[in-house]
Structure formats: structure tokens, C-alpha cells
């Protein structure tokens, strides 16, 4: 078991065994997050499969305009709102699993300082008090900087990852609410 699966339960481990194997190099960090949305997966894959529109639950991202059909090699060009080291980025979708609920990008561009970066976020459902639920798993390989250490580069990217996860389960749950889920019983 790598570090990457400490603290995590069985069910989460693997997971992250099957959809987030990161090999990072030795210039590389990477790190694993988990959030527990109270909204059905259905749902909050919805959000996450859209690669053409990720400003519709990261916060940070202000317009995003994707060239040509959807689909696998398709690249984004990202508007990022201030309050970041950066303004623009070119990310490409590598994995769109709609079975799976899977999606991988990679930036490829920008004018910021994630080179090498890759993420690889996984939706799975959940039961949560009673109700569907998901859990999301989203993991990330970068290069260190110049001039950074691997814990402050993973410090920042998860700081905006936890963000975005934030922002995602609050979208997610709202949508959860007005769509009133009955509860299911456990089975």
C-alpha cells in the first residue's frame, strides 16, 4: 500500500488502487484527496464530466473554451480569476469514463507554474445518513517548481483541489436538495 492510501477506508483504497496510480519522479509531489458529498453520484458526475464547463463548480476558473468536438485529446483554453499565480491555462481531457465516472486531464500550457500536471478524478456512490450519496476522489502529479519544496507545491494544488472539492459539494447538494432524493433504505 502506498503513503497516498493511509487513513483511507477499504472501500476508498481501492479506488484509488484501481483509478488514481500516480508514479511520480523523483522532481514530482502527488497526493490523493477524498470528499463525501451528501447528493446522489448521478448527480455529481453531471458536474464533474464537463470538461467544456469547469467553471460550473471551480470556483477559480472564470471562462473556459473548448476547441472542436468533446472528446478524448480535446483541449480547453481556462480563464483563471485573480487570486492565483496564474491567468490562463491549456488543459487536455486524456480520460472521459462515463461507466466508470472517470475523468483525466493534463495541462499541456499556461502561464503558470504546474508543469507536468495531471489529475485524475474518480466519482463513486455512497450511502450518507440513509440518503445516496458519492464519494470523490481526486489525485494530482506535478513537478516541483524551482525554488519550491514537494510540500509546498502539494500544499498549494491540494489548498485549490480541497476548494474546488468544497465548491463541488456545495453546487451538488444544493441541486441534491431541490431534486428532494428520497431516502433508501440500508440494505
Given at each position: 500500500?502506498?503513503s497516498a492510501?493511509n487513513?483511507f477506508?477499504g472501500?476508498?483504497?481501492d479506488?484509488i488502487r484501481k483509478?488514481?496510480r500516480?508514479?511520480p519522479?523523483e522532481n514530482?509531489?502527488?497526493s490523493?484527496l477524498?470528499?463525501?458529498?451528501k447528493?446522489p453520484a448521478?448527480?455529481?458526475w453531471s458536474?464533474?464530466?464537463?470538461f467544456?464547463?469547469p467553471?460550473?463548480?471551480?470556483?477559480?476558473v472564470?471562462?473556459?473554451?473548448?476547441r472542436?468536438?468533446l472528446?478524448?485529446?480535446s483541449l480547453r483554453?481556462?480563464d483563471v480569476?485573480?487570486?492565483?499565480p496564474?491567468?490562463t491555462?491549456t488543459e487536455r481531457?486524456e480520460?472521459?469514463?462515463?461507466?466508470?465516472?472517470?475523468?483525466?486531464i493534463?495541462?499541456?500550457g499556461?502561464?503558470h507554474?504546474?508543469?507536468n500536471?495531471?489529475?485524475?478524478?474518480?466519482?463513486?456512490?455512497?450511502?450518507?445518513?440513509?440518503?445516496?450519496?458519492?464519494?470523490?476522489?481526486?489525485s494530482f502529479v506535478v513537478?516541483v517548481?524551482?525554488?519550491?519544496?514537494k510540500?509546498?507545491?502539494?500544499?498549494?494544488v491540494?489548498?485549490?483541489?480541497?476548494?474546488n472539492?468544497k465548491?463541488?459539494?456545495?453546487?451538488?447538494?444544493?441541486?441534491?436538495?431541490?431534486?428532494?432524493s428520497e431516502p433508501i433504505?440500508?440494505?
Amino acid at each position: 500500500m502506498n503513503s497516498a492510501e493511509n487513513g483511507f477506508s477499504g472501500t476508498v483504497k481501492d479506488f484509488i488502487r484501481k483509478h488514481h496510480r500516480h508514479e511520480p519522479a523523483e522532481n514530482q509531489c502527488t497526493s490523493v484527496l477524498v470528499k463525501r458529498i451528501k447528493a446522489p453520484a448521478h448527480l455529481v458526475w453531471s458536474l464533474v464530466r464537463r470538461f467544456d464547463q469547469p467553471q460550473k463548480y471551480k470556483p477559480f476558473v472564470s471562462r473556459c473554451v473548448v476547441r472542436g468536438n468533446l472528446e478524448i485529446g480535446s483541449l480547453r483554453e481556462v480563464d483563471v480569476k485573480s487570486g492565483l499565480p496564474a491567468t490562463t491555462s491549456t488543459e487536455r481531457l486524456e480520460l472521459l469514463n462515463d461507466e466508470e465516472h472517470v475523468l483525466s486531464i493534463r495541462i499541456v500550457g499556461g502561464d503558470h507554474r504546474l508543469r507536468n500536471y495531471s489529475s485524475v478524478i474518480s466519482v463513486h456512490p455512497e450511502v450518507i445518513e440513509g440518503r445516496p450519496g458519492t464519494v470523490v476522489i481526486e489525485s494530482f502529479v506535478v513537478d516541483v517548481p524551482e525554488g519550491n519544496t514537494k510540500d509546498e507545491t502539494c500544499y498549494f494544488v491540494e489548498a485549490v483541489i480541497k476548494c474546488n472539492l468544497k465548491s463541488l459539494a456545495d453546487v451538488s447538494e444544493r441541486l441534491a436538495v431541490q431534486d428532494r432524493s428520497e431516502p433508501i433504505d440500508r440494505a
